[in-house]
């Protein structure tokens, strides 16, 4: 009974959050079983409460510096150190602008978190989709300096999908090669089926991505440290999001250099 008092301790202790908890895994019983699935549980709990506190920090860290700037702003208006003027007042609105986009960036991040839970999903033909998406992206490609080249397949591709979530995706993905394509630059944008899946190839110019950076662009609120940094404000959140509606739909993505000299995400997503 000892290893079963043991357990029964154990789990108190994990219950009331302690996850540094472990048992003894000798054995080939079932006893032993059980304690390596407890070891497991308790140790994935304890990397989670980890990565909870860095993503907190992380998001107070991000918060904190709009915040302070338009502290600094108003209290040197306020002082008299700056006169209130248009273009004062063109930086504050700014600096909202950001903020508030930091934040529905991570609200966002939030619900894509809940997963399918919170999708609609409907009957979506890509290419008629993709279609329109690629038009509605034409103007600003344009003002950019981008020079924008879609390869559209002729076989026909209907998906489960939430539009409004894979738009979403599309977006972020597209804001992203705005934001960090050298000027004149370029995109490629392509797909294809392949058995019960649909690959989709977005290519941009440079520059690109060292390898060891590019492994970590899906993690939340990381910026590179190299030419593709935070130059132009972006928040780090956008390939997360990108991440979760692509898994969300039951499908994945992955990185790699362009032959352009930028960066290639390829998402696979399931074809009826």
Same mark, same amino acid.
């Given at each position: 009974? +000892?290893?079963?008092?043991? /357990?029964? *301790? =154990? ?11 472990? !048992? ?8 032993? @079983? ?27 860290? *991000? ?13 040197? !208006? ?9 273009? +004062? ?8 602008? @950001? ?18 839970? $919170? ?13 329109? !998406?690629?038009? $509605? ?8 300096? /981008?020079?924008?080249? %879609? ?5 026909? %591709? ?9 738009? @979403? ?13 050298? @000027? ?46 935070? +130059?132009?404000? =972006?928040? =780090? ?13 039951? &499908? ?8 352009? &000299? ?6 696979? !997503?399931?074809?009826?």
């Amino acid at each position: 009974l +000892r290893p079963i008092r043991l /357990l029964q *301790e =154990g789990m108190k202790k994990l219950a009331s959050g302690d996850y540094t908890q472990r !048992l003894d895994e000798r054995g080939n019983d079932e006893l032993a @079983q059980l304690a390596k699935q407890f070891n497991f549980m308790a140790k994935s709990l304890d990397e989670n409460k980890s990565v909870q506190r860095q993503w907190i920090a992380d998001i107070s860290h *991000e918060l904190r510096t709009p915040v302070a700037v338009l502290r600094g702003e108003i209290e040197a !208006l306020v002082d008299g150190v700056r006169p209130l003027n248009e273009q +004062r007042m063109r930086s504050l609105h700014e600096e909202v602008l @950001q903020l508030q986009a930091l934040i529905s960036e991570l609200h966002e991040l939030n619900v894509s978190d809940l997963g399918s839970l $919170q999708y609609q999903m409907v009957d979506l033909d890509f290419s008629d989709f993709m279609h329109s !998406l690629m038009t $509605q992206f034409a103007s600003a490609s344009d003002e950019a300096n /981008l020079t924008l080249h %879609c390869v559209e397949s002729t076989q026909p %591709c209907m998906i489960k999908a939430d539009e409004h979530k894979l738009k @979403q995706m599309f977006v972020n993905l597209f804001n992203n090669t705005l934001s960090y394509t050298d @000027q004149p630059g370029a995109l490629s944008v392509s797909w294809q089926v392949e058995g019960k899946t649909l690959k989709i190839f977005w290519a941009d110019s440079a520059p690109g991505v060292n390898p060891q950076e590019r492994e970590k662009l899906f993690d939340r609120l990381f910026r590179g440290e190299s030419s593709r940094n935070r +130059r132009t404000g =972006g928040s =780090g959140l956008g390939l997360a999001i990108v991440k979760n509606i692509v898994e969300s739909h039951g &499908g994945s993505i992955e990185v790699e250099d362009s032959s352009f &000299g930028g960066l290639m995400f390829t998402l696979r !997503l399931p074809i009826q």
